[in-house]
């Protein structure tokens, strides 16, 4: 090991939302449903570490691309908001695939909790995997973090959003689903969907399926002419 490396070692867990990188908005705040719960771990799940965070309503986390970590990575990459044809500097993106694994998303805090020996922190505006390791967890300092005049290069504003719409059954199932566990189910479909998750390659076929994993459920959703249809919701997954 060199001089200046040194060992990471996780503070938590996430437990979240997206069960699968698929659907996953490309920066967090797009989707503000997404809810994940950051389970703390190791010496970290203690109360005392987290004393004093309740009084901040946004936090920066730091974690590890766990599931693309061993892919490798190149100097140059082709961000989905350049069509996915144009190449840039691997530090001008955000991309997963990087030299260290490392990422970092400002999210939405809920609350603090903590039963028996476990101490966890609901969150919300999440774009993090199902089981992401988190390495850090730093209060966000609006008069520091934030920067009115900053210039955002190739990705300069929101991207656009796209029409969402369900069939009469699926709204239906999605209803039933959201009473049984008091998630924003509806809400968190049409944001993700709105998003255009497809891969920019896809970007040009009509009438395609596609299944999108969110908690247990699987959203059945096809492309058409003028935005996205909704048309069954699977439980069990
Ligand atoms: N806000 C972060 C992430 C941006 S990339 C940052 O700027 O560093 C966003 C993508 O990360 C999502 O579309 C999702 O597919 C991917 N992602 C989220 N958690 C991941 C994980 N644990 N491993 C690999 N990829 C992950």
Redesign the pocket.
């Known amino acids: 090991m060199s001089e200046h490396s040194c060992t990471i070692t996780p503070v938590g867990i996430?437990r979240?939302c997206?069960r699968e990188?698929?659907?996953?908005?490309?920066?967090?705040g797009l989707a503000a449903s997404a809810r994940a719960r950051l389970v703390l771990t190791g010496k970290s799940n203690c109360p005392e570490a987290v004393a004093g965070l309740e009084a901040f309503s946004h936090l920066w986390i730091q974690?590890?691309?766990?599931?693309?970590?061993n892919d490798g990575w190149r100097p140059t990459v082709r961000p989905p908001r350049l069509g996915g044809t144009k190449r840039v500097g691997v530090f001008a993106t955000?991309?997963?695939h990087r030299p260290n694994?490392?990422?970092?998303?400002?999210v939405k805090l809920e609350g603090i909790h903590q039963k028996n020996a476990q101490v966890w922190l609901e969150l919300s505006g999440i774009?993090?995997?199902d089981?992401?390791?988190v390495v850090d967890i730093k209060p966000y300092l609006p008069w520091a973090d934030s920067v009115d005049s900053a210039e955002a290069g190739f990705a300069p504003t929101e991207p656009d959003d796209h029409p969402v719409w369900f069939t009469d059954q699926a709204l239906e199932l999605c209803h039933h689903y959201e009473e049984k566990n008091g998630q924003p189910l509806q809400q968190l479909i049409v944001e993700v969907l709105s998003q255009d998750?497809r891969p920019a390659y896809l970007k040009k076929r009509l009438r395609e399926d596609y299944g999108i994993l969110l908690w247990e459920y699987n959203i059945r959703w096809r492309v058409t002419e003028t935005g996205f249809e909704v048309f069954a919701i699977e439980a069990g997954h």
């Open positions: 996430i979240s997206y990188k698929f659907g996953i908005p490309r920066q967090p974690f590890l691309f766990h599931q693309t970590q955000r991309s997963t694994p490392l990422g970092l998303s400002l774009d993090l995997l089981q992401t390791p998750p």
